[in-house]
């Protein structure tokens, strides 16, 4: 079975532009999260969704960014107003449910020039 | 403040010598432990989960324990091909949420 999607793998930006990344998780999976990967950092938590429930979103680190998930499936990220502190990679995960391991996608490496 | 600390943050082994990674953790309720293993460019790929005290997990040259403050995992003469980062994550059984803390990651290096 395919694993967790995202797309673009790649995207640069220019500061002030919006970007919307997405992410497509494995089939039946329930819980979804994003995460941020600075250059030689630690993953920053973003976001979750279990379900539907009202969004965990208290990683998210400004009102300029926000998530939505679909249908329970895909959910986008968007980042408003690029910033060159944006500059990451944004992963994504799914999980079958609360508890259980999470599968990561390779990550969307965005560069805000 | 919940914490996952991990060391040391790099490791240099030669092939064949074996050794220990530390996760330590000060949480409220712990739900499960989770270890990742990152290859430059790609994202974390899953290796193991424990639940409980006293819990071993055993992968190939990997195993995987847990204590009521720590994990370990033990990697048992290593190979070149296992140089990576090695991430441990926690999800906590409280309020807190439902998200994975994780750990700054040991970078292991094995040379041939």
């Known amino acids: 079975g395919a694993g967790v999607s995202q797309s673009p793998s790649n995207k640069v930006t220019e500061k002030g532009k919006d970007v919307e990344l997405r992410c497509d998780p494995i089939s039946g999976h329930t819980a979804l999260y994003w995460y941020r990967q600075s250059l030689g950092q630690g993953l920053e938590f973003l976001i979750y969704f279990q379900g539907n429930s009202a969004p965990d979103k208290s990683g998210l680190p400004s009102d300029r960014f926000s998530a939505e998930r679909t249908g329970g499936s895909v959910s986008t990220l968007t980042i408003q107003r690029t910033q060159q502190e944006d500059s990451a990679v944004y992963l994504c995960?799914?999980?079958?449910?609360?508890?259980?391991?999470?599968?990561f996608g390779q990550g969307t490496r965005l560069t805000v020039v | 403040e919940d914490q996952v600390t991990q060391s040391p943050e790099a490791l240099r082994l030669q092939e064949g010598e074996s050794s220990s990674l530390n996760c330590s953790y000060t949480?409220?309720?712990?739900?499960?432990l989770f270890w990742y293993r990152q290859d430059p460019g790609k994202g974390p790929e899953f290796l193991f989960t424990?639940?409980?005290a006293g819990e071993e997990k055993e992968k190939e040259r990997l195993k995987a324990t847990l204590t009521k403050k720590e994990s370990f995992l033990h990697i048992t003469a290593p190979k070149p091909e296992d140089s990576a980062t090695y991430l441990c994550?926690?999800?906590?059984?409280?309020?807190?949420?439902?998200?994975?803390?994780f750990g700054g990651g040991t970078r292991l290096m094995v040379k041939p």
């Open positions: 994550a926690v999800q906590m059984n409280n309020n807190a949420g439902n998200m994975l803390t």
């Open positions: 949480v409220s309720g712990l739900r499960g």
């Open positions: 424990l639940y409980s």
């Open positions: 995960a799914s999980s079958p449910q609360v508890g259980l391991e999470a599968f």
